[in-house]
Protein backbone atom coordinates (compact mmCIF):
# COMPACT_ATOMS: atom_id res chain seq x y z
CA UNK A 1 0.00 0.00 0.00
CA UNK A 2 1.11 3.68 -0.24
CA UNK A 3 0.09 5.96 1.96
CA UNK A 4 -0.44 9.89 0.85
CA UNK A 5 -1.90 12.01 3.25
CA UNK A 6 -3.39 16.16 1.68
CA UNK A 7 -4.20 18.72 4.14
CA UNK A 8 -7.19 17.33 4.46
CA UNK A 9 -6.56 13.82 5.75
CA UNK A 10 -7.23 13.47 9.54
CA UNK A 11 -3.74 12.58 11.55
CA UNK A 12 -4.20 9.68 13.64
CA UNK A 13 -5.62 12.40 16.46
CA UNK A 14 -8.10 13.45 13.94
CA UNK A 15 -9.27 10.08 13.49
CA UNK A 16 -9.86 8.98 17.04
CA UNK A 17 -13.35 8.45 17.83
CA UNK A 18 -14.71 11.03 19.58
CA UNK A 19 -15.42 10.62 23.37
CA UNK A 20 -13.90 8.66 26.21
CA UNK A 21 -12.45 5.16 25.21
CA UNK A 22 -14.08 1.68 26.89
CA UNK A 23 -14.03 1.72 30.49
CA UNK A 24 -10.97 0.30 31.79
CA UNK A 25 -13.48 -1.60 33.91
CA UNK A 26 -15.76 -2.60 30.88
CA UNK A 27 -14.45 -5.63 29.71
CA UNK A 28 -11.34 -8.24 29.85
CA UNK A 29 -8.65 -9.80 27.80
CA UNK A 30 -9.62 -8.09 24.29
CA UNK A 31 -6.90 -7.59 21.74
CA UNK A 32 -4.79 -4.37 21.93
CA UNK A 33 -6.14 -1.93 19.17
CA UNK A 34 -3.39 -0.86 16.43
CA UNK A 35 -2.78 2.59 16.29
CA UNK A 36 -3.30 3.48 20.26
CA UNK A 37 -0.89 5.60 22.26
CA UNK A 38 1.01 2.56 23.98
CA UNK A 39 -0.14 2.44 27.29
CA UNK A 40 2.46 2.84 30.63
CA UNK A 41 4.19 0.50 32.68
CA UNK A 42 0.76 0.62 34.85
CA UNK A 43 -0.60 -3.08 34.60
CA UNK A 44 -4.14 -1.20 34.61
CA UNK A 45 -3.42 1.38 31.64
CA UNK A 46 -2.27 -2.15 29.78
CA UNK A 47 -5.36 -3.83 30.69
CA UNK A 48 -7.65 -0.97 29.56
CA UNK A 49 -5.87 -0.59 26.32
CA UNK A 50 -6.17 -4.39 25.74
CA UNK A 51 -10.05 -4.26 26.28
CA UNK A 52 -10.57 -1.74 23.38
CA UNK A 53 -10.52 -3.49 20.68
CA UNK A 54 -8.75 -5.53 17.31
CA UNK A 55 -8.13 -4.18 13.61
CA UNK A 56 -9.95 -1.24 12.30
CA UNK A 57 -10.95 -3.46 9.53
CA UNK A 58 -13.47 -4.66 7.05
CA UNK A 59 -15.91 -7.49 8.01
CA UNK A 60 -19.03 -7.23 5.91
CA UNK A 61 -19.14 -5.43 2.23
CA UNK A 62 -23.15 -5.30 2.97
CA UNK A 63 -25.71 -5.41 0.21
CA UNK A 64 -26.14 -1.75 2.24
CA UNK A 65 -28.69 -1.58 -1.10
CA UNK A 66 -30.90 -4.45 -0.37
CA UNK A 67 -31.01 -3.73 3.86
CA UNK A 68 -34.10 -1.77 5.11
CA UNK A 69 -33.01 0.43 8.44
CA UNK A 70 -35.57 0.02 11.29
CA UNK A 71 -35.87 0.59 14.48
CA UNK A 72 -35.37 -2.91 15.59
CA UNK A 73 -32.21 -3.60 12.81
CA UNK A 74 -30.07 -2.37 15.57
CA UNK A 75 -27.80 0.25 13.54
CA UNK A 76 -27.02 3.58 13.89
CA UNK A 77 -27.39 6.00 11.41
CA UNK A 78 -25.72 9.28 11.94
CA UNK A 79 -26.93 12.84 10.93
CA UNK A 80 -23.51 13.82 9.70
CA UNK A 81 -20.23 13.03 9.55
CA UNK A 82 -19.50 12.68 13.02
CA UNK A 83 -20.94 10.29 14.09
CA UNK A 84 -12.80 -22.26 24.14
CA UNK A 85 -11.00 -23.00 21.98
CA UNK A 86 -12.98 -25.21 18.89
CA UNK A 87 -12.91 -28.40 18.38
CA UNK A 88 -9.58 -29.26 17.29
CA UNK A 89 -9.36 -32.78 18.19
CA UNK A 90 -7.50 -33.96 21.25
CA UNK A 91 -4.06 -35.26 20.16
CA UNK A 92 -0.86 -35.29 21.97
CA UNK A 93 -0.24 -31.71 20.49
CA UNK A 94 -3.26 -29.89 22.00
CA UNK A 95 -2.29 -31.70 25.00
CA UNK A 96 1.03 -30.31 24.84
CA UNK A 97 -0.51 -27.01 24.33
CA UNK A 98 -2.86 -27.47 27.20
CA UNK A 99 0.24 -28.20 29.00
CA UNK A 100 1.47 -24.67 28.72
CA UNK A 101 -1.78 -23.09 29.95
CA UNK A 102 -0.86 -25.09 33.04
CA UNK A 103 2.48 -23.97 33.28
CA UNK A 104 1.02 -20.41 32.94
CA UNK A 105 -1.75 -21.33 35.34
CA UNK A 106 1.27 -22.23 38.03
CA UNK A 107 2.80 -18.55 37.05
CA UNK A 108 -0.68 -16.87 38.41
CA UNK A 109 -1.56 -15.65 34.05
CA UNK A 110 -5.29 -16.21 33.44
CA UNK A 111 -6.10 -18.74 30.72
CA UNK A 112 -8.67 -17.95 28.26
CA UNK A 113 -9.32 -17.83 24.52
CA UNK A 114 -7.17 -15.14 23.37
CA UNK A 115 -7.49 -13.23 20.18
CA UNK A 116 -5.97 -10.00 21.07
CA UNK A 117 -3.92 -8.48 18.33
CA UNK A 118 -2.63 -5.31 17.28
CA UNK A 119 -2.92 -3.70 13.40
CA UNK A 120 -0.84 -4.12 10.60
CA UNK A 121 1.45 -1.67 8.17
CA UNK A 122 1.69 -1.33 4.57
CA UNK A 123 2.64 0.98 1.44
CA UNK A 124 -1.04 1.58 1.20
CA UNK A 125 -2.08 5.37 -0.14
CA UNK A 126 -4.15 7.15 2.18
CA UNK A 127 -6.74 9.61 0.20
CA UNK A 128 -8.79 11.77 2.57
CA UNK A 129 -12.45 13.35 0.69
CA UNK A 130 -12.07 16.44 -1.02
CA UNK A 131 -8.39 15.43 -2.47
CA UNK A 132 -8.08 15.44 -6.18
CA UNK A 133 -7.18 11.56 -5.91
CA UNK A 134 -10.65 10.52 -3.97
CA UNK A 135 -12.50 7.74 -6.07
CA UNK A 136 -15.91 8.48 -7.49
CA UNK A 137 -18.31 6.77 -5.82
CA UNK A 138 -21.75 5.15 -6.95
CA UNK A 139 -23.71 1.80 -7.65
CA UNK A 140 -24.38 0.20 -10.86
CA UNK A 141 -27.65 2.35 -11.11
CA UNK A 142 -26.33 5.44 -10.44
CA UNK A 143 -23.36 7.74 -9.53
CA UNK A 144 -25.48 9.86 -7.09
CA UNK A 145 -23.72 9.98 -3.93
CA UNK A 146 -25.00 7.78 -0.86
CA UNK A 147 -24.58 8.77 2.55
CA UNK A 148 -24.82 5.18 3.58
CA UNK A 149 -21.37 4.19 1.90
CA UNK A 150 -18.99 3.33 4.60
CA UNK A 151 -20.60 1.52 6.94
CA UNK A 152 -18.66 0.57 10.13
CA UNK A 153 -18.94 -0.96 13.63
CA UNK A 154 -18.74 1.48 16.31
CA UNK A 155 -18.66 1.30 20.28
CA UNK A 156 -21.46 2.50 21.69
CA UNK A 157 -21.88 2.52 25.80
CA UNK A 158 -18.39 1.07 25.68
CA UNK A 159 -19.67 -2.13 23.18
CA UNK A 160 -20.13 -2.77 19.60
CA UNK A 161 -23.29 -4.75 20.11
CA UNK A 162 -26.52 -3.63 22.15
CA UNK A 163 -28.08 -5.91 24.89
CA UNK A 164 -30.43 -7.90 22.57
CA UNK A 165 -26.26 -8.51 20.40
CA UNK A 166 -27.72 -6.38 17.60
CA UNK A 167 -24.59 -4.54 16.08
CA UNK A 168 -23.90 -0.74 16.46
CA UNK A 169 -23.45 0.04 12.97
CA UNK A 170 -22.50 3.54 11.67
CA UNK A 171 -22.41 4.78 8.04
CA UNK A 172 -20.66 7.55 6.57
CA UNK A 173 -21.05 8.86 3.04
CA UNK A 174 -16.82 9.92 2.45
CA UNK A 175 -14.44 8.23 4.46
CA UNK A 176 -10.90 8.13 4.46
CA UNK A 177 -9.47 5.44 2.13
CA UNK A 178 -6.86 2.95 1.99
CA UNK A 179 -5.88 2.37 -1.56
CA UNK A 180 -2.88 -1.21 -2.50
CA UNK A 181 -0.15 -0.46 -4.18
CA UNK A 182 -1.67 -1.59 -7.46
CA UNK A 183 -5.03 0.36 -6.85
CA UNK A 184 -6.94 -2.86 -6.83
CA UNK A 185 -7.86 -3.17 -2.53
CA UNK A 186 -9.56 -0.58 -0.90
CA UNK A 187 -11.06 0.28 2.91
CA UNK A 188 -11.92 2.50 4.92
CA UNK A 189 -8.74 4.06 6.54
CA UNK A 190 -10.61 4.06 10.48
CA UNK A 191 -6.88 5.51 12.00
CA UNK A 192 -6.61 5.91 15.30
CA UNK A 193 -10.67 5.60 16.42
CA UNK A 194 -12.52 3.08 17.58
CA UNK A 195 -14.74 2.34 14.04
CA UNK A 196 -14.01 -1.08 12.62
CA UNK A 197 -14.68 -1.11 9.05
CA UNK A 198 -17.21 -3.53 7.77
CA UNK A 199 -16.24 -3.67 4.10
CA UNK A 200 -13.66 -3.50 1.64
CA UNK A 201 -13.56 -3.01 -2.12
CA UNK A 202 -11.72 -5.05 -4.76
CA UNK A 203 -11.75 -5.54 -8.95
CA UNK A 204 -13.53 -8.24 -10.32
CA UNK A 205 -9.90 -10.08 -10.27
CA UNK A 206 -9.24 -10.09 -6.65
CA UNK A 207 -12.58 -11.01 -5.82
CA UNK A 208 -12.96 -13.99 -8.19
CA UNK A 209 -8.98 -14.57 -7.43
CA UNK A 210 -9.90 -14.57 -3.26
CA UNK A 211 -12.91 -16.84 -3.95
CA UNK A 212 -11.19 -19.66 -6.14
CA UNK A 213 -8.48 -19.99 -3.10
CA UNK A 214 -11.33 -19.19 -0.28
CA UNK A 215 -14.38 -21.60 -1.95
CA UNK A 216 -14.36 -24.91 -0.47
CA UNK A 217 -11.21 -24.07 1.26
CA UNK A 218 -12.95 -21.75 4.45
CA UNK A 219 -14.94 -23.84 6.33
CA UNK A 220 -17.44 -22.74 9.17
CA UNK A 221 -18.71 -25.28 11.96
CA UNK A 222 -16.84 -28.22 11.84
CA UNK A 223 -16.41 -27.84 8.02
CA UNK A 224 -19.79 -27.77 6.85
CA UNK A 225 -20.09 -24.63 4.95
CA UNK A 226 -17.68 -21.89 3.40
CA UNK A 227 -17.37 -18.59 2.78
CA UNK A 228 -17.64 -16.52 -0.44
CA UNK A 229 -16.86 -13.33 -1.24
CA UNK A 230 -19.46 -11.39 -3.18
CA UNK A 231 -19.40 -7.86 -4.83
CA UNK A 232 -22.49 -5.36 -3.98
CA UNK A 233 -23.35 -2.55 -6.77
CA UNK A 234 -21.33 -0.08 -5.05
CA UNK A 235 -18.01 0.91 -6.63
CA UNK A 236 -15.22 3.05 -6.29
CA UNK A 237 -13.37 4.41 -9.41
CA UNK A 238 -9.87 4.87 -8.48
CA UNK A 239 -7.54 7.35 -10.76
CA UNK A 240 -4.32 8.30 -9.79
CA UNK A 241 -1.81 9.64 -12.82
CA UNK A 242 -2.40 7.23 -16.08
CA UNK A 243 -4.18 4.78 -13.61
CA UNK A 244 -7.44 3.80 -13.59
CA UNK A 245 -9.34 0.85 -11.69
CA UNK A 246 -13.27 0.47 -10.57
CA UNK A 247 -12.84 -1.75 -7.33
CA UNK A 248 -16.50 -3.01 -5.85
CA UNK A 249 -17.60 -3.38 -2.83
CA UNK A 250 -17.45 -6.87 -1.23
CA UNK A 251 -19.26 -8.54 0.95
CA UNK A 252 -19.03 -12.27 2.92
CA UNK A 253 -22.01 -14.71 1.75
CA UNK A 254 -22.07 -18.05 4.01
CA UNK A 255 -23.02 -21.00 2.28
CA UNK A 256 -24.16 -24.83 3.33
CA UNK A 257 -22.29 -27.17 1.54
CA UNK A 258 -25.25 -27.77 -0.22
CA UNK A 259 -24.79 -24.29 -1.28
CA UNK A 260 -27.98 -22.76 0.24
CA UNK A 261 -27.14 -19.67 1.69
CA UNK A 262 -26.72 -18.96 5.70
CA UNK A 263 -25.93 -15.10 6.06
CA UNK A 264 -25.13 -12.34 3.78
CA UNK A 265 -23.16 -9.14 4.60
CA UNK A 266 -24.30 -7.76 8.38
CA UNK A 267 -26.15 -11.02 9.03
CA UNK A 268 -23.30 -13.28 8.76
CA UNK A 269 -22.08 -14.97 11.81
CA UNK A 270 -19.04 -16.33 13.01
CA UNK A 271 -16.67 -16.66 16.37
CA UNK A 272 -15.50 -14.13 18.38
CA UNK A 273 -11.86 -15.65 19.28
CA UNK A 274 -9.11 -14.52 17.06
CA UNK A 275 -8.08 -18.64 16.60
CA UNK A 276 -11.36 -19.70 15.66
CA UNK A 277 -12.05 -16.74 13.45
CA UNK A 278 -8.61 -17.16 11.98
CA UNK A 279 -9.80 -20.91 10.96
CA UNK A 280 -13.13 -20.14 10.05
CA UNK A 281 -11.92 -17.88 7.43
CA UNK A 282 -8.92 -20.11 6.09
CA UNK A 283 -9.54 -23.55 7.27
CA UNK A 284 -5.91 -23.77 9.05
CA UNK A 285 -6.54 -25.81 11.88
CA UNK A 286 -5.18 -26.01 15.40
CA UNK A 287 -3.61 -22.38 14.86
CA UNK A 288 -3.28 -21.82 18.64
CA UNK A 289 -1.01 -24.85 18.75
CA UNK A 290 1.04 -24.06 15.70
CA UNK A 291 1.54 -20.64 16.92
CA UNK A 292 3.15 -21.84 20.19
CA UNK A 293 5.72 -24.40 18.24
CA UNK A 294 6.37 -21.79 15.76
CA UNK A 295 7.25 -19.12 18.46
CA UNK A 296 9.82 -21.47 19.90
CA UNK A 297 11.07 -22.44 16.84
CA UNK A 298 11.59 -18.91 16.00
CA UNK A 299 13.09 -18.53 19.42
CA UNK A 300 15.55 -21.48 19.05
CA UNK A 301 16.66 -20.17 15.35
CA UNK A 302 17.44 -16.46 17.12
CA UNK A 303 19.23 -18.03 19.96
CA UNK A 304 21.43 -20.70 17.38
CA UNK A 305 22.45 -17.70 15.58
CA UNK A 306 23.70 -15.49 18.46
CA UNK A 307 25.09 -17.95 21.04
CA UNK A 308 27.46 -20.94 20.75
CA UNK A 309 24.55 -23.65 21.14
CA UNK A 310 22.79 -24.93 18.35
CA UNK A 311 18.78 -23.92 17.19
CA UNK A 312 18.51 -27.61 17.21
CA UNK A 313 19.61 -28.05 20.69
CA UNK A 314 17.61 -25.44 22.13
CA UNK A 315 14.39 -27.23 20.37
CA UNK A 316 15.60 -30.66 22.11
CA UNK A 317 15.48 -29.14 25.34
CA UNK A 318 11.59 -28.18 24.24
CA UNK A 319 10.60 -31.47 22.62
CA UNK A 320 12.12 -33.11 25.51
CA UNK A 321 10.20 -31.14 28.68
CA UNK A 322 7.17 -31.46 26.42
CA UNK A 323 7.51 -35.38 26.10
CA UNK A 324 7.86 -35.76 29.97
CA UNK A 325 5.03 -33.29 30.98
CA UNK A 326 2.80 -35.13 28.04
CA UNK A 327 3.93 -39.07 29.34
CA UNK A 328 3.35 -37.51 33.20
CA UNK A 329 1.83 -33.82 33.84
CA UNK A 330 3.22 -34.21 37.53
CA UNK A 331 3.80 -30.56 39.07
CA UNK A 332 7.71 -31.61 38.75
CA UNK A 333 7.40 -32.15 34.90
CA UNK A 334 5.06 -29.00 34.23
CA UNK A 335 7.57 -27.11 35.98
CA UNK A 336 10.42 -28.35 34.11
CA UNK A 337 8.85 -27.29 31.44
CA UNK A 338 8.10 -23.89 32.41
CA UNK A 339 11.71 -23.90 33.29
CA UNK A 340 12.78 -24.60 29.46
CA UNK A 341 10.19 -22.09 28.28
CA UNK A 342 11.18 -19.53 30.39
CA UNK A 343 14.86 -19.54 30.17
CA UNK A 344 15.06 -19.86 26.78
CA UNK A 345 12.59 -16.29 26.29
CA UNK A 346 14.89 -14.59 29.30
CA UNK A 347 18.10 -15.46 26.92
CA UNK A 348 16.64 -14.38 23.35
CA UNK A 349 15.13 -11.00 25.53
CA UNK A 350 18.88 -10.41 27.13
CA UNK A 351 20.38 -10.86 23.57
CA UNK A 352 17.89 -7.62 21.92
CA UNK A 353 20.90 -5.48 22.45
CA UNK A 354 23.10 -7.63 20.37
CA UNK A 355 23.91 -5.95 16.71
CA UNK A 356 23.06 -8.98 15.29
CA UNK A 357 19.56 -9.08 16.15
CA UNK A 358 17.62 -6.51 14.07
CA UNK A 359 19.30 -8.43 10.82
CA UNK A 360 18.41 -11.82 11.91
CA UNK A 361 14.75 -10.70 12.50
CA UNK A 362 15.16 -9.55 8.83
CA UNK A 363 16.57 -12.69 7.73
CA UNK A 364 14.12 -15.06 9.28
CA UNK A 365 11.13 -13.18 8.01
CA UNK A 366 9.67 -12.08 11.21
CA UNK A 367 8.21 -9.13 12.92
CA UNK A 368 7.80 -6.09 10.60
CA UNK A 369 9.42 -8.25 8.10
CA UNK A 370 7.06 -11.51 7.29
CA UNK A 371 6.89 -12.30 3.68
CA UNK A 372 3.79 -11.41 1.62
CA UNK A 373 1.01 -13.89 2.75
CA UNK A 374 -0.87 -15.65 0.46
CA UNK A 375 -5.05 -15.97 0.63
CA UNK A 376 -5.53 -18.42 3.40
CA UNK A 377 -2.45 -17.49 5.09
CA UNK A 378 -2.71 -16.50 8.44
CA UNK A 379 -0.51 -13.68 10.57
CA UNK A 380 -0.19 -14.26 14.10
CA UNK A 381 1.43 -12.12 17.21
CA UNK A 382 2.05 -13.33 19.75
CA UNK A 383 3.88 -12.41 23.39
CA UNK A 384 4.85 -14.05 26.46
CA UNK A 385 6.40 -13.06 30.02
CA UNK A 386 10.22 -13.12 30.97
CA UNK A 387 8.71 -16.35 32.78
CA UNK A 388 6.58 -17.73 30.61
CA UNK A 389 3.23 -16.13 31.64
CA UNK A 390 0.52 -14.47 29.18
CA UNK A 391 -0.27 -12.15 31.26
CA UNK A 392 -3.65 -10.83 30.50
CA UNK A 393 -3.31 -11.85 26.75
CA UNK A 394 -1.38 -14.36 24.65
CA UNK A 395 -1.71 -13.65 20.89
CA UNK A 396 -3.91 -12.70 17.90
CA UNK A 397 -4.67 -14.27 14.46
CA UNK A 398 -6.16 -12.84 11.49
CA UNK A 399 -6.90 -14.92 8.06
CA UNK A 400 -5.94 -13.47 4.98
CA UNK A 401 -8.52 -13.21 2.62
CA UNK A 402 -7.34 -11.35 -0.63
CA UNK A 403 -4.07 -9.59 -1.66
CA UNK A 404 -2.63 -7.10 -4.37
CA UNK A 405 1.41 -7.58 -4.59
CA UNK A 406 2.55 -6.86 -0.70
CA UNK A 407 -1.03 -5.33 0.33
CA UNK A 408 -3.44 -7.36 1.65
CA UNK A 409 -6.76 -7.84 3.35
CA UNK A 410 -7.69 -9.81 6.51
CA UNK A 411 -10.85 -10.88 7.85
CA UNK A 412 -10.65 -10.91 11.90
CA UNK A 413 -12.12 -11.32 15.22
CA UNK A 414 -11.11 -10.86 18.75
CA UNK A 415 -12.86 -12.44 21.71
CA UNK A 416 -14.59 -8.99 23.82
CA UNK A 417 -15.33 -10.79 26.69
CA UNK A 418 -18.76 -9.19 27.19
CA UNK A 419 -20.95 -12.80 26.66
CA UNK A 420 -19.42 -16.03 27.01
CA UNK A 421 -21.92 -17.18 24.35
CA UNK A 422 -20.96 -16.05 20.73
CA UNK A 423 -17.15 -17.31 21.45
CA UNK A 424 -17.06 -19.75 19.56
CA UNK A 425 -19.98 -19.00 16.95
CA UNK A 426 -22.58 -16.65 16.28
CA UNK A 427 -20.90 -13.23 17.11
CA UNK A 428 -21.45 -9.90 14.24
CA UNK A 429 -18.39 -8.47 15.40
CA UNK A 430 -15.47 -9.72 12.63
CA UNK A 431 -14.25 -7.12 10.05
CA UNK A 432 -11.63 -6.56 7.41
CA UNK A 433 -8.77 -4.40 7.82
CA UNK A 434 -5.60 -3.88 4.78
CA UNK A 435 -2.01 -4.34 5.90
CA UNK A 436 1.39 -4.39 3.65
CA UNK A 437 4.40 -5.83 3.77
CA UNK A 438 6.50 -3.47 1.46
CA UNK A 439 6.98 -0.53 4.25
CA UNK A 440 7.69 -2.25 7.53
CA UNK A 441 6.04 0.90 8.98
CA UNK A 442 2.56 -0.57 7.47
CA UNK A 443 3.29 -4.05 8.55
CA UNK A 444 0.78 -6.14 11.06
CA UNK A 445 3.47 -6.17 13.44
CA UNK A 446 4.24 -2.22 13.81
CA UNK A 447 0.66 -1.30 13.83
CA UNK A 448 -0.44 -3.63 16.61
CA UNK A 449 2.77 -2.25 18.27
CA UNK A 450 2.92 -4.82 21.11
CA UNK A 451 6.69 -4.50 21.12
CA UNK A 452 6.07 -0.96 22.26
CA UNK A 453 3.54 -1.65 24.18
CA UNK A 454 4.55 -4.57 26.42
CA UNK A 455 8.04 -4.12 26.76
CA UNK A 456 8.42 -6.68 29.41
CA UNK A 457 7.69 -8.90 26.99
CA UNK A 458 9.22 -11.37 24.21
CA UNK A 459 6.71 -10.44 20.96
CA UNK A 460 7.22 -11.95 17.34
CA UNK A 461 5.09 -11.71 14.53
CA UNK A 462 5.05 -15.09 12.52
CA UNK A 463 3.10 -16.07 9.07
CA UNK A 464 1.69 -19.65 9.30
CA UNK A 465 1.79 -20.05 5.69
CA UNK A 466 1.98 -22.91 3.46
Not at 56 to 84: F, K, L, N, Y
Not at 131 to 160: C, I, K, M, R
Not at 320 to 336: F, G, L, M
Request: charge should be negative; proline fraction near 7%.
Amino acid sequence: MRRHRTELTPGPEEHRRPGPPPSPDSRRDEATMPGRDAPGNDPAQVVALQRTVGNRAVGRSIGWDQHEHGAGCGHVTPTGTEARRGADGGDRHALAHELTHAVQQRLGSPVAGRDDAPTPIQRYLTVAPGAAEYPQLGTAESDTPNPNFFPAQVPVDDSYVGPDGSLHVEYLGQAPLRISDKLDLAIEDTGGSWRQAKTFFATERRIAEANANLKGRVRFEAGSDYLELRRTRRFLKVKIGEQEQTLWQVEPVRYSVGGVEMGRGLDVRLAQRCNEMATAVTNRQGLAVEGEERYFDAIARLLGALTPTSAAAYRQQVQAAKAAASRDASAANVSALSAVYAAQIGAVMDLRADERFPDLVSRFGLNAFTPPPQIGDVLMIKSLERDASSGELDFHFAGVVARSGTDYVTMENFARHESTATLSSGDPQWYFQMYGTADPEQSFHREWDWEGRFPGRFTLTIRLGG
